[in-house]
Nanobody, 123 residues
């Protein structure tokens, strides 16, 4: 079975940046799309971005696309999410996921999921 592990979260001041990483193990994730989601306390899980297995296609939530960049390095089975101009309301647990079908609706992704990394943005 495959496993995804996120890292790179932490405490950052508003206006700052973070780069999250998601390392896959147990199988080769280079033939999976990868995505990033987040969930704040009391809120539903929210789609942020996804990238195709080759890295040539990506898509973003409209509300976030100006501040996010998703990328991947299949040589090291790792995906990344660069987040800029962070706001207090970005505070949440951030999850990465892997799905066979890049075009699958984010709410239906049911492949592999990491356990999340906490991002806290202070004012």
């Amino acid at each position: 079975q495959g496993q995804l592990v996120e890292s790179g979260g932490g405490l950052v001041q508003a206006g700052g940046s973070l780069r999250l990483s998601c390392v896959g193990s147990g199988r080769t994730f280079s033939n999976y799309a990868m995505g990033w989601f987040r969930q704040a306390p009391g809120k539903e899980r929210e789609f942020l971005a996804a990238i195709s297995w080759s890295g040539t296609s990506s898509r973003y939530a409209d509300s976030m696309k100006a501040r996010l960049t998703i990328s991947r390095d299949n040589a090291v089975n790792t995906g990344y999410l660069q987040m800029n101009s962070l706001k207090v309301e970005d505070t949440a647990v951030y999850y990465c996921a892997a799905e066979r079908d890049y075009l699958k609706a984010p709410k239906t992704w049911d492949g592999f999921w990491g356990r999340g990394t906490q991002v806290t943005v202070s004012s």
